[in-house]
T-cell receptor, first 111, second 115 residues
């Protein structure tokens, strides 16, 4: 069974700091990885996707993938209180490409 | 692009009643997914459609659940003989399905409460 593991948190960081969110996955054939942000009471929205080993940067967000270690992370630089949300990690593999989600990590950015 | 819309936003029902939810995906998206989410958990896959064909259902999906997507447009999810354990947020998502790039666009969800 495909599993995506995340620490539920909460992860608390001060405003302006770097927030580091981590995720591991069990399915070695997973090919695509996604980070979604979910504000309280709202639905998830995609913020990053990554397919190759290494780093991918988009504004204040950097996704990191290490397929050998089956590990994905999301770094948020210059964290803002508006970044306070639950961050969901998801993976999908070839064939059906159905995304499997982790339970999410709650991030709190305090002023 | 009007986004994914779901109806109703909230549904309160008594145990044993049937409920039906509707999802209208982004028009050019050929994939439509149904997920269920409970408090403190991530979205759990229920089923998905590629155009009008239902291609996969979760093994966890009870036979009380049925979904349709006539003509590959909107989709409905019906739950028969609801149970208290069915209380959850039911999320619909659509995707343009670009292989590896399986980006999901979620609707606002339908919050189901079974009393």
């Amino acid at each position: 069974q495909k599993e995506v593991e995340q620490n539920s948190g909460p992860l608390s960081v001060p405003e302006g700091a770097i927030a580091s969110l981590n995720c591991t996955y069990s399915d070695r054939v997973s090919q695509s990885f996604f980070w979604y942000r979910q504000y309280s009471g709202k639905s998830p929205e995609l913020i990053m996707s990554i397919y190759s080993n290494g780093d991918k940067e988009d504004g204040r967000f950097t996704a990191q993938l290490n397929k050998a270690s089956q590990y994905v992370s999301l770094l948020i630089r210059d964290s803002q209180p508006s970044d306070s949300a639950t961050y969901l990690c998801a993976s999908s593999s070839g064939g059906s490409y159905i995304p499997t989600f982790g339970r999410g990590t709650s991030l709190i950015v305090h002023p | 692009d009007t986004g994914v819309s779901q109806d109703p936003r909230h549904k309160i029902t008594k145990r044993g009643q049937n409920v039906t939810f509707r999802c209208d995906p982004i028009s050019e998206h050929n994939r439509l997914y149904w997920y269920r989410q409970t408090l403190g958990q991530g979205p759990e896959f229920l089923t998905y459609f590629q155009n009008e064909a239902q291609l996969e259902k979760s093994r966890l999906l009870s036979d009380r659940f049925s979904a349709e997507r006539p003509k590959g447009s909107f989709s409905t999810l019906e739950i028969q003989r609801t149970e208290q354990g069915d209380s959850a947020m039911y999320l619909c998502a659509s995707s343009p399905h670009e292989g590896l790039n399986e980006k999901l666009f979620f609707g606002s969800g339908t919050q189901l409460s079974v009393l």
